[in-house]
DNA sequence: TAAATTAACGAACGGTCGTTCGGATAATTA
DNA sequence: TAATTATCCGAACGACCGTTCGTTAATTTA
């Protein structure tokens, strides 16, 4: 088996491992979720999980991590194209909005904080968020510039991003295919409500 | 002691055992947080807080029932009024921005949900929140009814609404005073975006 | 003042927690 | 095939969990 079949072998069981864990624990909390009941649901024996991981909070972080940067890998490029800035925001939510529905329940757990972790973890996280941020931030205020043409402060800007997370980040509070369209129509309404208000044309 | 008095009293320990216990379980969360820890901030002995309630869980539940009281309370009355739709809607924003900044501990536990609770405080809270959300709904439902004349399914007027739910409840995710002013002004650039859009006139 | 009720406490219970350890089995490599 | 490494496990550890018990101090009522 080459060395990239061996990493792919053990990522596949990992991730099918934090996929699992993230499920169970959006459910019952991180400290509701007791390691045994992760031996559970992902069929191995308790003292079998350490293998992939050395303790309860490093699965935590691992789940975060997957995730902050599978969104922002899905994101970075959206600056690099050609694109009108409404087009750059238009991707970046129906980006974020998509992933957001296919992971559910790894939302729910990176939007819950890092309170748990140690300094370490806690910042690195913080730095991919924060890099995640910053992307939001610039697409956003290009986009106001672009529709005003007059200054806004940094602050105002900011206040509208942390705004549209909002609206984004609040899904798992309400959404059900059923009830609420696509992501795509999830996407396109949270795009229209963000740049024109709450009053289709 | 009147009666009026002894109840007073009896509350005003409750209360004041639900607010430290909410600002602790919004730091650690509800099953990171344990009886000796509410023990020690609110200054009592592990067997004493037994007096208060009967188990944890129904401590959880008195913190969200008094909070979700207290919101609908203060918006209820919205609806009897004789105000203009868009004075309702800027009501109602203001109302739970405030109530929101004011009590951002006992908010991060009301919007974590209700799973560590048997059916029938679920419910109970359940039926409270809904409470609350018809109360938005009608109000955004008749603002943009005001605003636009042709006539929008329940379905899309239900998901503006939790649009709006969400730019008010992912405060605590980043507000602070000193860097995004005061809850009238985040009030304010809520409303605004809300019916307007992200671009200030 | 006497009785009754409220408020508070220390100590202990059974149970579950995260973690560790020594060893087994399966898979890969040399 | 032999050596090596990756997976996996049962059993056990000490620590901490929510809760209960019997009792005492403080306050209110009669």
Known sequence: MSDQAVINKRLSGLDEILDKSAQLMAHLGYHGTSMRDLA??????????????????????????????????MSSNLLEQELKPEERLSGLITNHVTYFIDHLSEMRIMTSGTMEMNEQR????????????????????????????????????????????????????????????????????????????????
Chains 1, 2 share one sequence.
């Open 40 to 73: 559970q649901v992902t069929g191995r024996s308790l003292s079998g999980l350490y293998h992939y991981f050395s303790n309860k909070e490093e699965l935590l972080f691992l789940i975060n991590q997957r995730g902050f940067t599978s969104l922002l890998a």
């Open 122 to 201: 806690s910042q690195t996280l913080w730095k991919l968020k924060q890099e995640y941020t910053e992307l939001a931030q610039n697409i956003v205020g290009d986009y106001i510039r672009s529709q005003t043409d007059t200054d806004h402060s940094t602050n105002i800007i900011n206040r509208k991003t942390y705004l549209l997370y909002g609206m984004m980040n609040w899904i798992f509070g309400w959404y059900s295919a059923k009830d609420h369209g696509t992501a795509t129509q999830v996407a396109d309404d949270i795009f229209s409500t963000f740049t024109s208000g709450c009053c289709p044309k």
